[in-house]
Each structure stands twice: as structure tokens, then as C-alpha cells.
């Protein structure tokens, strides 16, 4: 095969990928999201890193697993490596992300329009102080719809080990809205406070 | 039923949220065309991290050069070697002391051929300089012994026997008289 048709065989497949990747992109910045702790500046970067290693063709989507079930992966990665990065950068005291004014504004900004309501608030931060993998195993279940099956693969987890963390989480994220609701004196269900959600 | 209702609720505050991520996320265009822009941007020659990985590198090997070389006497068993003056040196031998201060412990070496090789040239070197040392001084002692001064020839006369003789206690008197000068003995006569 020569040299011109493989790259055009390349171009073919990134133009396939490219609709695909815009047919999932909701539901990877959402993941995205969920993997930066809902830092939507630092979601956008990752998922441009993500795109970037599938235009450089770093990330590879062999066929092995369904496309939506490899680019979370991809992007669960990323953004821990992104992370590391960061945390790198923060040592050598350059300019700290979290302490920069107009990234910080600009985060407050949506952060505003997002969690408009006081249940959806509490919802959050009672998804934050969830263990990592429990946080994954909810949203995956939850937010994307994948099977556990699927949440395993993307956790990079055997199944039995994405059940433990899904039926942990759970507990443990009801247990939490249960004590916010007697400590606020607020009620998280739809149907008692509709006006909320 | 109070767990599936619970579950139910829960799915609906993420669908909630969901719903909320979906109208702020960016367009899948300009987050695909930032990653392309990115793409084309030529990369950095100089990778900081690379560089102070580098330097840590050679850090490390410097100190590593540093300690070998100034901890190799520490680490070499001490040798002495004790020619005593007037013998041979082969027969006395050399004295190997491996525990000259108390308290001092000492690790083997570890086993090198071209070490070794070097140790034992060196005190082979040493043992000769002490041998030629030796016979040196062997032959400087001899020589101020045997030495004389030019002027003791002067100090010898004939009646050298007579001075350094002692007379008998246990003689008579006229065997005694013998001693006396001959000027005394003629008036007796």
C-alpha cells in the first residue's frame, strides 16, 4: 500500500471518527466534567487533549470495546494525567490555577448558572466528598447510561469490582442527601419541592 | 420500594444535571478546532522537565564519583609493613593488621580484578623502597662504626703497656722496688 493512500485511508477514518466524536461530545464533556470535579475550564483542556491524541493518533480506537466506552477511557486518563500536571505545575509556584482571579471568575460565573438550584447544590457536593471510583461508578450508571459492564471497562475495573463501588456509592450519596435534607431543613424530593428541580 | 424510589431520585438530579451540562458545554467545532490549531503548533525544543531530570542525572553521577573516589582508603584494609634494621626483609614478612583501632569495623572490599591488580603493585612498590631503605641504613650503621679519627695514631706512646698495666698486691717489697725509678736503687747501693 503506498504512502498517499494509507493517508487518505487515515483521512477517511478521522472524518468517520469526527462524526462520531461530535455525536458523543455532550456526554464526554459531561464525563469530562465528572473526572476534573466539575472544573469546566479544565474539562474543556482535556477533552482538546483528547481530540488532539486522536488527530495525532496516540489514542488508537482499535474496535475492541464500543467507541463511546474507549473515549471515556481516553478521557478518564487524560484528565488524571492533566491533574498530575497541574499539581506539578502548582509546586513550582508559576501560577496556581485555582488561585488565578479571572479563571476563578469565570468559574463562579457558571458555576451560577448551573447550580441555580439549592438541592442540585447539595447534590454536587455530596457527589464530591464521594470516593473517586464510587464518584465514576455513580455517573457512568446514572448520567451516561452505560451498563456496569461498560463502566467497568471504562474504570479500567473487573465488573464484580464497578458493582461494589456503584452499590457503595449509592448507599452512601443517599445517606448524605438524607443528612442534608434533616440539617437544611429542606426537602431534595421532586415531588415535595417541585419548584427546585 | 423506599430503596427504588430513592434510586429513581437520584437519576433524576443527574438527569437534572445533565441537562445543565449540555447547555454549557462548549461546541464540539470550536473544541475540535482548538485541538487541530494545537496540532500544528511546533513544539517545544526545550522540555523543562527533561532538562532537570538531566541535571538531577548528573548530579547524581558526580556524587557517586565523588564518594568512590574519596572513600576508597576508608573501605581498603590497612597493610603494614615491619622490616626491622639487620634482618632480611623476606623473612620477617609483612604484617597484615585488619583491626588496628577498636571499635572500627571493617567491610570487605568488594572483589575487583583491575583493584586488586593496582593494590598489589603498589605494595610491591612500597616493599621495595623499604628493602632498599633498609640495606641503606644497614650499610651507613657499619660504616659509623668502623669509622676512627684521623688523629688517634697520635695519642699511642711506648709506655702504653706500663699505664695500662696494674701492679700484684700480694708482692714483696723487693719485687716492688723493681717499680721504683733506677736513680733510687743505685743510693741503696
Known amino acids: ?197 | 420500594m423506599e430503596l427504588v424510589g430513592d434510586e429513581k431520585r437520584i437519576r433524576a438530579l443527574f438527569s437534572e444535571l445533565k441537562f445543565a451540562d449540555e447547555l454549557a458545554a462548549p461546541g464540539f467545532t470550536a473544541v475540535w478546532q482548538k485541538a487541530q490549531s494545537r496540532q500544528l503548533q511546533p513544539r517545544r525544543a526545550f522540555n523543562f522537565s527533561f532538562a532537570v531530570a538531566i541535571a538531577l542525572l548528573i548530579c547524581a553521577l558526580a556524587t557517586l564519583a565523588l564518594w568512590v573516589r574519596y572513600s576508597q582508603p576508608a573501605t581498603r584494609p590497612n597493610v603494614f609493613v615491619n622490616v626491622p634494621a639487620g634482618s632480611d626483609f623476606p623473612k620477617t614478612g609483612i604484617r597484615h593488621d585488619l583491626t588496628s583501632k577498636p571499635g572500627m569495623t571493617l567491610t570487605p572490599a568488594p572483589v575487583i580484578r583491575t583493584a586488586l591488580k593496582s593494590r598489589a603493585a603498589r605494595l610491591a612498590a612500597q616493599r621495595r623502597a623499604l628493602i632498599a631503605a633498609n640495606r641503606k641504613a644497614e650499610k651507613e650503621a657499619k660504616e659509623l662504626a668502623s669509622w676512627q679519627s684521623p688523629t688517634a695514631t697520635l695519642l699511642n706512646s711506648p709506655s702504653d703497656n706500663l699505664f695500662k698495666s696494674l701492679p700484684q698486691l700480694n708482692e714483696n717489697a723487693n719485687e716492688l722496688k723493681s717499680f721504683l725509678p733506677n736513680r733510687a736503687n743505685d743510693k741503696e747501693k
Open chain 1, 1 to 197: 500500500m503506498t504512502r498517499s493512500a494509507s493517508v487518505k485511508i487515515d483521512r477517511m477514518e478521522i472524518a468517520a471518527l469526527k462524526a462520531e466524536l461530535e455525536r458523543l461530545h455532550c456526554a464526554s464533556f459531561g464525563w469530562a466534567l465528572s473526572c476534573c470535579r466539575r472544573d469546566r475550564t479544565e474539562a474543556e483542556e482535556v477533552l482538546q487533549t483528547v481530540y488532539l491524541k486522536i488527530l495525532e493518533g496516540k489514542a488508537c480506537f482499535r474496535g475492541e470495546a464500543s467507541l463511546k466506552t474507549w473515549l471515556f477511557a481516553v478521557i478518564r486518563k487524560t484528565a488524571a494525567t492533566e491533574y498530575r500536571r497541574r499539581f506539578v505545575r502548582s509546586l513550582r509556584l508559576t501560577s496556581d490555577p485555582e488561585t488565578n482571579p479571572a479563571r476563578a471568575a469565570i468559574n463562579e460565573s457558571q458555576a451560577a448558572s448551573v447550580e441555580r438550584s439549592e438541592i442540585q447544590e447539595r447534590f454536587q457536593s455530596a457527589m464530591k466528598n464521594l470516593p473517586r471510583r464510587q464518584r465514576e461508578a455513580l455517573h457512568l450508571v446514572f448520567y451516561e447510561d452505560l451498563s456496569l459492564r461498560e463502566a467497568a471497562d471504562v474504570m479500567g475495573v473487573s465488573i464484580g469490582s464497578a458493582r461494589q463501588h456503584y452499590e457503595r456509592g449509592k448507599k452512601r450519596l443517599r445517606q448524605s442527601l438524607a443528612t442534608m435534607e434533616l440539617s437544611y431543613g429542606i426537602s431534595w424530593r421532586r415531588e415535595e419541592n417541585p419548584g427546585a428541580i
